[in-house]
């Protein structure tokens, strides 16, 4: 797949600090496929209408406003595509920021910086995952209230997101917890995390980023135990139990080069993820069970 950007255009407004700060940006994309392979072509046509080519206009606002101690960030996105009227629209951010001290408070829509991974994040197991095509754009958030305390000895983050599931599900399935420790090592940043979701997943991991010098250094790990088959591909193919853990890494370095260059290399293990044998099983089996797309 390609992407041509057609056009930019970016609109500005500044009042003094502390006041109000606007933005809008404007572009237009054309995106054309020129190779799908036949079965997943089948599967795919089987639950939308497939076109080598496909174009929309994308708006993105941001939004930041300052009171006195409290904060208030948005930021969305709109879509309007071709022979279409209906705007399409995904909220990234939306949420207030309380400070007070070393302590801060957040509550809203919200994406944190989870991990130390550019491209992957198996420690983040929070939030949805970016694309890994352009891995810094579109990166909506989750509805959360945030806790942070900072210190010169270690900075602890405790988060609880809200996740509405179905009405006779168990009351706490509609939430997750989550605690995060931060410390600096000399030039070393280091996270240790644990997630947790009732009848859902349970995750704990650590990451850390290196200033090496040359390059900057990142590595994460993480453990986690999936009990909804939903959230796993590999326990909703039944390879894997519901009280097995499975392993994940990543190792990378990157490095700015200039303004307008950055280098980045990451290997990344998903220890949830299926081999060849198990993929193409996944595949024969869309071909009658469409909805297995939902992985």
């Known amino acids: 797949m390609k992407k041509l950007l057609l056009a930019v255009f970016f609109v500005t407004m500044s009042m003094p600090a502390g006041a109000f700060y606007a933005a809008l940006e404007a572009e237009t994309r054309l995106i054309?496929?020129?190779?799908i392979e036949n079965s997943v072509f089948e599967i795919l046509s089987q639950v939308d209408e497939i076109s080598s080519v496909e174009a929309f206009q994308k708006f993105t606002l941001k939004l930041d406003k300052d009171i006195d101690e409290i904060k208030f960030y948005f930021e969305g996105r709109f879509y309007l595509m071709p022979l279409e009227t209906d705007f399409e629209y995904t909220v990234d951010n939306a949420y207030f920021q309380v400070e007070s001290g070393p302590f801060v408070a957040y509550l809203g829509k919200q994406r944190m910086k989870w991990g130390t991974g550019y491209t992957w994040n198996p420690v983040d197991l929070l939030q949805p995952s970016p694309d890994i095509l352009d891995p810094q754009d579109d990166l909506e958030g989750i509805f959360a209230v945030r806790a942070e305390y900072s210190n010169p000895f270690i900075t602890p983050s405790v988060i609880l997101s809200v996740e509405p599931k179905g009405y006779e599900s168990d009351f706490a399935e509609n939430f997750k917890a989550a605690v995060r420790l931060y410390k600096l090592m000399g030039e070393m940043d280091v996270f240790v995390s644990c997630i947790y979701g009732h009848n859902s997943l349970q995750n704990i991991g650590a990451a850390l980023s290196w200033?090496?010098?040359l390059f900057v250094v990142n590595a994460e790990y993480a453990a986690t135990r999936y009990m909804d088959a939903s959230l796993s591909v590999i326990r909703g193919m039944?390879?894997?139990g519901s009280g097995e853990i499975s392993h994940s890494w990543l190792a990378g370095i990157n490095r700015q080069i200039g303004e307008e260059m950055f280098l980045n290399v990451e290997y990344y293990h998903n220890g949830a993820g299926l081999d060849n044998n198990m993929f193409d099983r996944f595949i024969?089996?869309?071909?009658?069970e469409p909805g297995g797309l939902v992985y």
């Open 211 to 213: 200033d090496a010098g």
């Open 238 to 240: 039944g390879e894997m």
């Open 32 to 35: 054309y496929s020129t190779y």
């Open 284 to 288: 024969e089996g869309l071909e009658t």
